[in-house]
């Protein structure tokens, strides 16, 4: 099993939709959750991180964090052409745990 | 501008040279990080550091040598590179070495011959 296993996608939505992008992880005591957007031949961007149970929003963004079930999500509202990129899920264990583990990505496709 | 600066953004070289990747950071941070970025994996954590001391080398060959002479600047000094080397190089900080965000720099894209 992955430790941070994410859909490769592509994922193919028509512009101004919702996408959804998935992410599970395996270490139970993971306490930080990143997401980041990576355009092709750049590097990786920091959207949202996430500590705590539930909903964090920011903008079109929005983070979903369920422990219990060892899952983190992204959505994207009112999806852009200029949101097409690969988006990394990334997970710490938190204090003490510097190891960054970060998913394959998951590429998205806003079409216009 | 990410504030983590790395040098060359490209380099070419032949499986016996040497050189030297750059990474310099104006954020202020405490830790680094090199990364290996190959075509459809995930990210690979090379080399930790914090404040200058290494935490964490992740089974990297003895062929990639980091150094970090302060809390601003990482290298990474390659020798006797193989073609499966060839990859995106990326330079990270974070303010400390557990929970915090890592902020990326624009990556050395190296290509062995």
């Known amino acids: 099993q992955k430790e941070v296993e994410q859909n490769s996608g592509p994922l193919s939505v028509p512009e101004g939709a919702i996408a959804s992008l998935n992410c599970t992880y395996s270490?139970?005591?993971?306490?930080?959750f990143f997401w980041y957007r990576q355009y092709s031949g750049k590097s990786p961007e920091l959207i949202m991180f996430i500590y705590s149970n539930g909903d964090k929003e920011d903008g079109r963004f929005t983070a979903q964090l369920n422990k219990a079930s060892q899952y983190v999500s992204l959505l994207i509202r009112d999806s852009q052409p200029s949101d097409s990129a690969t988006y990394l899920c990334a997970v710490n264990r938190g204090t003490g745990g510097f190891k960054t583990i970060f998913g394959a990505g998951t590429r998205l496709f806003v079409k216009a | 501008e990410t504030g983590v600066t790395q040098t060359p953004r490209h380099l070419v070289m032949g499986m016996t040279n040497k050189k030297s990747l750059k990474c310099e950071q104006h954020l202020g941070h405490n830790a680094m990080y090199w990364y290996k970025q190959s075509a459809k994996k995930p990210l690979e954590l090379m080399f930790v550091?914090?404040?200058?001391?290494?935490?964490e080398n992740n089974s990297v060959p003895s062929r990639f040598s980091p150094e970090c002479p302060n809390s601003s600047h990482l290298f990474l000094h390659l020798h006797t590179l193989q073609p499966e080397d060839s990859a995106l190089y990326l330079c990270?900080?974070?303010?400390?070495?557990?929970?915090?965000?890592?902020?990326f720099g624009d990556g050395t894209r190296l290509s062995i011959l």
């Open positions: 550091y914090s404040l200058e001391e290494r935490v």
């Open positions: 270490d139970r005591g993971s306490q930080s």
């Open positions: 990270a900080s974070s303010q400390d070495f557990s929970n915090q965000p890592q902020h």
